[in-house]
């Protein structure tokens, strides 16, 4: 158990929940090992904020807690938080800001304003963490901290039983992917929004990150801005890579139904767990494709235990990971994923993980069918990546992560670090 050492020592954490159910689910898995460690741990609900207020202000002690949340939650203004003259509670007691932001910058420029002063941003990609280093040097970066996974037979026996084991042995589902689907159709309104250059422009871009899938957004949009327009001030860029947002989008959309697409109209079945499915464009096989509506996290991770295959597209996290490859892998899963710089550094092929590119797609189709066509194939694999999964990469060892940067401060504060 942690000791709590001082009025300087953070003892207590305000965690959010009531928002986007996902990330609720990632800060429970959090709080699981927050509480081992000694922390007392208090949920702010933005479902009944008046209530959550008066219990917020009795659990709170100066000095002595942090917030941390993910994409902002507790930090929009949000009425049981904020007055108007006044400012955030967090300010009031003092109370640092660790807010995981799990997307990238450009997706919260109107966000990252009139924050907190001790505010901590969290990138979960290194490419994200450099942009924000460069494009909001007003706050402070506390540096890289990748999303993580979690382990349903771990969780259901306390450990005692690995993934892959008992329950989590039976697959019923040959690939699934989890996640929302959008056709690329519903960005046109966004491309053709100001006038026909400007949907020239942004179709540019569109198609070089389609044609060169390794770029990030922001490199590809770099170049093509100072095409146009010659060297562009940051404040200007920022500005505009917000408002390019449906880019991002566009293309994670486009290569997430692609990479079903040729899995499916090459006769290999296919478990889609979410939203907008019905509306792929393009199945020859619509036999092969079976449709599940979207669902919650401990849904997706009872399906994701059941399957052989588990098919993920990263949604341009080009340095650094999504939690569906590390939930497969803890899952007993094999992940057949694009990759990423992170990936590749931390799982060698055959690590858990199977990788194919984007840019040789036909070459996908070939990849399941063998692991399909092996069981023990498959079975190597997944017990491949399994140890150092556990190791680095679970929300446990996040938290743990989190309460080291919170001593690090604390011996700061003291003169000591």
């Not at 208090?42 to 000095?63: H, I, N």
């Amino acid at each position: 158990m942690r000791e709590s050492a001082g009025k300087s020592r953070i003892s207590r954490i305000v965690m959010v929940a009531g928002g986007v159910e996902t990330l609720e689910y990632f800060a429970e898995q959090m709080a699981k090992r927050f509480r081992e460690l000694g922390y007392a741990v208090f949920f702010y609900d933005l479902k009944d904020e008046a209530a959550s207020a008066r219990t917020l202000r009795k659990f709170v002690r100066t000095g002595q807690t942090a917030l941390v949340t993910f994409n902002f939650q507790g930090l929009e203004k949000e009425e049981g938080v904020y007055r108007d003259g006044i400012g955030y509670v967090w300010e009031e007691y003092r109370i640092p800001c660790y807010n995981i932001a799990a997307d990238h910058p450009y997706f919260y420029d109107d966000r990252l304003h009139d924050l907190p002063p001790d505010y901590h941003h969290i990138s979960i990609d290194r490419c994200q963490e450099k942009y924000f280093r460069e494009f909001y040097p007003e706050y402070h970066s506390q540096g890289f901290l990748p999303l993580a996974g979690t382990g349903l037979c771990e969780n259901q026996s306390g450990g005692g039983e690995p993934a892959g084991s008992g329950q989590c042995a039976e697959r019923e589902y040959d690939v699934i992917l989890t996640g929302n689907y959008t056709t690329v159709s519903f960005f046109e309104p966004y491309i053709n929004w100001i006038n026909d250059e400007y949907a020239a422009f942004y179709r540019g871009i569109i198609d070089d990150l389609i044609a060169h899938p390794h770029q990030t957004v922001e490199e590809a949009g770099i170049r093509h801005c100072e095409r146009e327009m010659g060297e562009t001030p940051y404040d200007e860029l920022r500005i505009a890579f917000h408002r390019m947002i449906f880019i991002d989008l566009y293309v994670r959309n486009y290569w997430r139904g692609a990479a079903v697409r040729t899995l499916v109209n090459a006769g290999i079945r296919v478990d889609v767990v979410g939203k907008g499915w019905e509306e792929l464009e393009g199945i020859k096989r619509p036999e092969c494709l079976a449709i599940h509506p979207q669902t919650d996290s401990l849904t997706c991770l009872q399906m994701i235990s059941r399957a052989k295959i588990s098919l993920n597209v990263m949604p341009w996290f080009k340095d650094g990971a999504h939690d569906r490859v590390f939930n497969s892998i803890l899952n007993g899963t094999v992940c057949v994923t694009d990759p990423s710089r992170y990936l590749t550094e931390e799982l060698a092929e055959g690590e858990g993980v199977c990788y194919y590119e984007l840019e040789r797609l036909s070459e996908l189709p070939g990849k399941v069918r063998l692991l399909l066509d092996d069981p023990k194939l498959r079975e190597r694999i997944a017990a491949a990546g399994l140890p150092k999964v556990r190791e680095r990469h679970t929300w446990a060892v996040r938290a743990d992560v989190i309460a080291g940067w919170f001593e690090t401060a604390a011996s700061a504060a003291a003169g000591l670090g």
